[in-house]
C-alpha cells in the first residue's frame, strides 16, 4: 500500500503525486494526460490513450524439464495474461510437441505459426475488444444447462462421450472469459466506453468459475449414472432430485444476469432443502454403489449455485 499525501493547489483543486513505478509501467511522462473518472466512492486514472494497445505482449518459456502438466499451467496462465505471442522452447521438443499442440487447440485463437525441432511459436489472432464477456458467460451456460439434461437421462442412454466433449468447450470458453475480463482491466479506459464497471467484470469472472464447475459436475454424473443399478421407482425418485438441483442452477443464472438481491435472498435457503433432500435420498438408497459419490457431485452443483446468489446480495 502506498500513500500520499494531499497539497492544495490553488483555492480550488489539490494535488497528489503518482508513484514513479507507475508512471513508468504506463509509460507516462511530464505533460502526458490521464483521464479522472469516478467508481462508486473511488476516483480513478488512467492514461487517455493506451500506448501498450499496439505493441504485442511477447515471452519465452522454457519447457525443457516440465512435466505436461506444468507446462499446461505455463501455456494457460499466459494466454489468460494477454501475451500475443508465446515461444516455448525445448532441448527435447520432438517429445513435447505433440502435447503442446494439444494443449495449444484447448485455447481459443491460439495458433502455431513457427515450428522447429527447439521450439514451437504462437500467436493469437483475437480482437480483445470486441469480445463481450456477458456473452461467453451465457454460452458456457447454455452449454452446461443442455448438458445437465442429458446426464439427468443417462439411465437410458450413454451419453457421456458426448457431455463430454461439451464439457470441453466449456473450458475453452472459460479460459477465454477469463482472458477477455484481464484485458479490461488492464485498459479501463476501453472498459468505460463499453460501460463495464469493476464488479461486473469480476462478476463475469466468478460466474466462469461456478458454471465450469458445474459443468464438470454434469460430466461426471453422466458416466456414474450409467453404473447405477436402480429400479423403475428408484429412478424416478433420482430424476425428481436431480430435476430440482437443476432448476436451482437454472434459477440462479436468471437471478445472476438479473442483478436481483431480492429473489437471490429468496432463493438461497433452498440450498439446505436440497441438501437435506440429498441426505434423505441417500439414507434409502445408500446400499447402492455410486449412490455417495453422485450425491456429492449434486451437493456441488448446489453449493456452486448458490455461490452466484450470494455473489449477486454481496454486490448489490
Known amino acids: ?188 479506459l476501453v472498459a468505460k466506453k463499453k460501460g463495464l464497471k469493476h464488479d461486473d467484470l469480476m462478476s463475469f469472472w466468478v460466474a466462469a468459475v461456478k458454471i465450469e464447475g458445474i459443468a464438470d459436475d454434469a460430466k461426471r454424473l453422466a458416466k456414474l449414472i450409467r453404473r447405477l443399478k436402480f429400479k423403475k421407482q428408484e429412478q424416478d425418485q433420482f430424476f425428481k432430485l436431480y430435476s430440482l438441483v437443476e432448476k436451482y442452477y437454472i434459477d440462479s443464472l436468471t437471478v445472476f444476469y438479473e442483478k436481483d438481491s431480492e429473489k437471490a435472498f429468496k432463493l438461497i435457503p433452498q440450498k439446505k432443502k436440497l441438501i437435506k433432500q440429498c441426505r434423505d435420498f441417500y439414507r434409502q438408497n445408500w446400499n447402492h454403489e455410486w449412490v455417495p459419490v453422485i450425491l456429492e457431485k449434486l451437493k456441488s452443483i448446489i453449493a456452486n449455485s448458490k455461490s452466484l446468489l450470494t455473489y449477486v446480495c454481496d454486490r448489490n
Open 1 to 188: 500500500m502506498d500513500y500520499r499525501k494531499i497539497i492544495e493547489f490553488g483555492k480550488s483543486s489539490y494535488v497528489v503525486s503518482l508513484p514513479k513505478s507507475w508512471m513508468t509501467e504506463k509509460k507516462l511522462g511530464k505533460g502526458d494526460v490521464v483521464y479522472v473518472g469516478r467508481e462508486g466512492d473511488n476516483l480513478v486514472l488512467y492514461p487517455v490513450e493506451n500506448k501498450e494497445a499496439f505493441e504485442p505482449l511477447r515471452v519465452t518459456i522454457d519447457v525443457t524439464d516440465m512435466t505436461r502438466d506444468e507446462i499446461r499451467l505455463h501455456l494457460i496462465s499466459k494466454y489468460i495474461r494477454n501475451f500475443n505471442e508465446i515461444t516455448l522452447v525445448a532441448d527435447n521438443m520432438q517429445s513435447k510437441a505433440k502435447d503442446i499442440r494439444a494443449i495449444i487447440h484447448d485455447l481459443m485463437a491460439l495458433e502455431v505459426i513457427e515450428e522447429t525441432a527447439s521450439k514451437i511459436v504462437t500467436k493469437d489472432f483475437i480482437h480483445m475488444e470486441e469480445i463481450s464477456p456477458i456473452e461467453l458467460v451465457k454460452k458456457m451456460d447454455m452449454i452446461t444447462r443442455e448438458m445437465l439434461q442429458d446426464s439427468k437421462n443417462s439411465f437410458n442412454d450413454d451419453r457421456h462421450a458426448n457431455i463430454a466433449d461439451r464439457d470441453y468447450d466449456v473450458n475453452r470458453l472459460s479460459y477465454l472469459v477469463y482472458r477477455t475480463v484481464k484485458n479490461y482491466q488492464n485498459n479501463p
